[in-house]
């Protein structure tokens, strides 16, 4: 078999990984689009968690004021499970690169935490904008912000730590050491409310919830959709730098035959 038909075969190989990616996002998309319009137009308002006592914030008191702003939880919250998972997946990716030594996984290392970093900020966002306006304020310092301010920060320090160093696989290792650390934080933040229960950051799931099928049906699309979404950028990402190393390496040995 020649180099070229050998080619060929892995590009159609491939070929279903990109189609894939592609029904992902497009689902995705859609789940979310269903998620957004469900939430807002059919899902009832709820009055929230009351707290244990009332809180004062920004010269607001606060105790079970959600109401209507509860609604951006329905997108709230499924980013940020996306972008635990991706922090996690990363971290998966990080171990097997310093088990393996294989620059595949630093690869995939890096594009999960890239993401990872997309749904981040989405989280943050979202997050801001209902504190703004339930609690009267931009940022509070309380537990579970505080721990995902944190996972922010290490995130972005990754990406400062790969552009920082020149060698290739010192970057990859020390990178993938870092992306472990960083995971860390994942299930901090997210065990943090349970484990202090005095913080003001409502407990979204939980398993006395009891949320209506009103309110479960677009919550469980919003997970969904943003899984498919974040999955589908990632394995379009994964792609492109698929294409790039190989015309890298189309590259040397094309200089190698004119040498």
Not at 29 to 58: K, N, S, Y
Not at 73 to 87: D, E, G, T, W
Not at 190 to 207: A, E, G, K
Request: charged fraction near 20%.
């Amino acid at each position: 078999m020649t180099k070229t038909s050998s080619d060929a075969m892995g590009t159609r190989r491939r070929l279903p990984w990109e189609t894939i990616a592609i029904v992902a996002v497009i689902l995705g998309c859609a789940l979310t689009t269903v998620d957004f319009l469900w939430a807002f137009l059919r899902a009832p308002m709820v009055a929230g968690a009351r707290l244990e006592e009332p809180a004062l914030i920004g010269g607001t008191v606060v105790t079970t004021k959600m109401l209507f702003s509860q609604k951006i939880f329905y997108f709230h919250v499924p980013v940020a499970i996306v972008s635990f998972a991706f922090v996690i997946v990363a971290a998966v990716y990080a171990v097997l690169f310093l088990a393996r030594r294989s620059e595949r996984y630093d690869v995939r290392c890096r594009l999960c935490m890239q993401v990872g970093l997309i749904f981040i900020i989405a989280t943050m966002i979202s997050g801001d904008l209902w504190t703004r306006h339930d609690w009267g304020v931009w940022w509070v310092w309380e537990p579970r912000l505080t721990t995902y301010f944190i996972l922010t920060l290490l995130v972005i320090a990754y990406f400062i730590l790969r552009a920082a160093i020149d060698d290739p696989e010192r970057r990859a290792r020390f990178s993938a050491v870092f992306a472990i650390i960083a995971a860390i934080d994942a299930p901090i933040s997210f065990m943090i409310t349970r484990l202090i229960p005095s913080s003001i950051h409502p407990v979204v799931l939980r398993s006395d919830s009891g949320l209506s099928p009103d309110m479960l049906i677009p919550f469980l699309c919003g997970i969904f959709g943003m899984a498919l979404v974040g999955f589908g950028i990632y394995r379009l990402r994964l792609r492109i730098e698929e294409q790039a190393a190989e015309v890298e390496q189309l590259k040397r040995e094309f200089e190698q035959t004119v040498a």
